[in-house]
């Protein structure tokens, strides 16, 4: 059974620093996504990574795929205050139920 | 346009009611998703909907019933609803890959907050 697991699961960091969420896996899987999700808000997909050693980034977000250690990280860089939300990192079950198999999620507060 | 739409946004109820949830998507996708979302924020994927083939987490109750008129809809039928049922409830949609199992990406409907009394 595919489960996956995040950390940490809360986070409060100033603003201008560094830090990595951490995402592992415990089977076989060839796609990853990252997540953010607003305060009442929906989910809004930031990366999918397809193949070992993908890195992508999109602003001060970087998220990279290990496939051999199934292991993901999402390293923010100096961070601002609009980072403030909830990620999730979700693996392709690669089954036919279709299901992508749902971290935790890892509340992220940046102080200004 | 809106891609994955629900409706309603709130829905406040008694216990033992029976409600319904609306979900469409315009983006030709061929699988729709319901998942609930509690308190703490985890996701539970309830249900998978592929081609008129239904796939159902076995941790639902049979209280909770997808139905989906074609493949642009799939609506959430809810029976004796109970507090525990209080959460909130997102659609979803992707496309299946074109070769191999597994799926894309899941586009996100704004969710149903729905509260029972």
């Known amino acids: 059974e595919l489960k996956v697991e995040q950390n940490p699961l809360f986070l409060s960091m100033q603003e201008g620093k560094n830090y990595t969420i951490y995402c592992n896996y415990s089977?076989?899987?060839?796609?990853l996504y990252w997540y953010r999700q607003d305060p009442g808000k929906s989910l809004e997909s930031l990366f999918v990574?397809?193949?070992n050693g993908a890195v992508k980034q999109e602003g001060r977000l970087m998220a990279s795929l290990d496939t051999k250690a199934r292991l993901s990280t999402l390293h923010i860089t100096a961070a601002v205050h609009d980072l403030s939300a909830t990620y999730f990192c979700?693996?392709?079950?690669?089954?036919?139920?279709?299901?992508?198999?749902w971290g935790a999620g890892t509340k992220l507060i940046i102080k200004p | 346009d809106t891609a994955v739409s629900q409706t309603p946004k709130y829905l406040v109820t008694q216990m033992g009611n029976d409600k319904s949830i609306k979900c469409e998507q315009n983006l030709g996708h061929d699988t729709m998703y319901w998942y609930k979302q509690d308190s703490k924020k985890f996701l539970k994927i309830m249900f998978s909907y592929n081609n008129k083939e239904l796939i159902i987490n076995e941790t639902v109750p049979n209280r909770f019933s997808p139905k989906s008129p074609d493949k642009a809809h799939l609506n959430l039928h809810i029976n004796s609803l109970e507090l525990g049922d209080s959460a909130v409830y997102f659609c979803a949609s992707s496309q299946g890959r074109t070769s191999g199992p597994g799926t894309d990406t899941q586009y996100f409907g704004p969710g149903t907050r729905l509260t029972v009394l």
């Open positions: 089977t076989t899987s060839d796609r």
């Open positions: 990574l397809l193949s």
């Open positions: 979700a693996v392709d079950g690669w089954d036919s139920n279709y299901q992508l198999i």
